[in-house]
């Protein structure tokens, strides 16, 4: 019997369940899809949990119906301007044994690394081993069966506000999903969409969503650096609405539809139907216009992207360049604005080695629920989360039993 996995990207904008089917024939065979608008988040993080439980609810359903599967379970994304990440070292005497460094002495030394200091308030959500050092030797990626008696560790550790993990699990398990792992939706968008080379030489992957933009800096094959700002696509949606006097759902169709970042390249001649505030039926509006709100925005977006890279140290190591992902990304004239505005090779990111019900989440909007199948793929090899205990899903999970009745 095939082995299932399930993913939620929970989104400022949408909220999107993939059902998926390991295969040894074709590996992920994708047999559910389940997209719905959100309701009740904003910037990532839940502010109506009955607005929220309900749309991760539908967004469940609707995967149900298409892939005959019941969710029981599922990996979660998580993202939002609370997420706070540090590079730290875990250091560890070996002990002495035929048969070299084991397992568990890189788990002492991942434990070691994620022993920081952290506010009661926040949660350790991941520590990512960079590098290890054997006895001073440098750039060891596994250390297992490898002899010394000094094992060190550099790892990038990524926390969260304690708040809004607990708010979303809340929501998952009352629309009746177990919460398996929460993962920052930038790691999930990079095993979906970055390649080896790419990751390897040095790599940004930027994740423009809706209330969000994600940033994961990749170099040496692993992730150095992640940031999350609290801007996304409806920043670009709310000034369109301004700027041509629309109602912001339709700003958002109209952005979606005849959108475009690069004012220069649209026609003056070109225009498009919406019916503004006051109006009695649709006006041809101006394309050139839009595109002009939309370029001023996206380059103040792209504009912090680059200051949050140039203050990670890591803006000189990255010869791969940009690899965009985010319904933002889809706009035409993203590539060449983001490239003029960071100065490095950009490509926009579509999920890459999916087979089944692909037509729906091929597009970079969908980076973050493709790789959530993956990370559930391989979530049997990834060390155990640090600190000896239990894992972060079990303690949420203990922790909703207690709070909820029955």
């Not at 730290?88 to 070299?100: F, Q, T």
């Not at 205990?389 to 203990?398: V, Y």
Request: charged letters at 20%; aromatic letters at 4%; hydrophobic letters at 45%.
């Amino acid at each position: 019997m095939e082995q299932t996995v399930v993913g939620i990207d929970v989104g400022s904008s949408k909220i999107c369940t993939l059902v998926g089917e390991i295969r040894e024939d074709v590996g992920l065979r994708i047999i559910g899809v389940g997209i719905v608008p959100s309701r009740g988040l904003r910037k990532g993080s839940v502010v109506n949990l009955t607005e929220a439980t309900a749309a991760i609810a539908a967004s469940v359903q609707e995967a149900e119906r298409s892939s005959g599967y019941r969710i029981e379970r599922a990996y979660v994304s998580l993202s939002g301007p609370h997420i706070a990440s540090l590079n730290s070292r875990g250091v560890i005497a070996v002990p002495r044994r035929e048969e070299g460094i084991a397992v568990e002495d890189v788990d002492r030394a991942l434990d070691a690394a994620g022993a920081v200091a952290i506010p009661y308030n926040r949660e350790l959500l991941h520590v990512i081993p960079r590098h290890y050092i054997v006895d001073g030797q440098e750039g060891v990626r596994d250390p297992v069966g490898m002899h010394g008696f000094r094992l060190e560790v550099e790892a990038h550790v990524i926390t969260a506000s304690s708040m809004a993990i607990q708010n979303l699990v809340k929501c998952v398990a009352a629309a009746g999903v177990e919460v398996d792992e929460m993962v920052l939706g930038p790691l999930a968008a990079g095993d979906a969409v970055l390649t080896e080379n790419e990751r390897e030489v040095g790599v940004v992957l930027v994740d423009i969503g809706g209330g969000t933009t994600d940033i994961a800096i990749f170099i040496d094959g692993t992730v150095w650096h992640t940031a999350s700002l609290g801007i996304g696509g409806e920043y670009i949606t709310n000034d369109i609405a301004i700027g041509l006097r629309l109602p912001t759902e339709v700003a958002e169709q109209v952005k979606v539809r005849y959108g475009h970042a690069r004012p220069a390249q649209v026609g003056q001649d070109e225009r498009f139907p919406a019916e503004p505030f006051g109006e009695s039926g649709p006006q041809m509006l101006p394309r050139w216009k839009m595109a002009e709100i939309i370029e001023a925005r996206a380059a103040e977006i792209l504009e912090m992207v680059q200051t949050d890279i140039k203050r990670s140290g890591y803006d000189g190591l990255l010869p791969a360049g940009v690899v965009l992902c985010g319904g933002v990304a889809q706009l035409p004239g993203m590539p060449e604005l983001a490239r003029e505005v960071l100065g490095l090779p950009v490509r926009v990111g579509r999920p890459q080695g999916l087979v089944g019900l692909v037509d729906r989440i091929s597009g970079p909007a969908f980076a973050v629920a493709a790789g959530l199948m993956g990370w559930g793929m391989t979530a049997d090899v990834r060390r155990p989360l640090p600190r000896g205990g239990p894992s972060l899903g079990k303690r949420l999970r203990e922790w909703l039993r207690a709070l909820l009745p029955g």
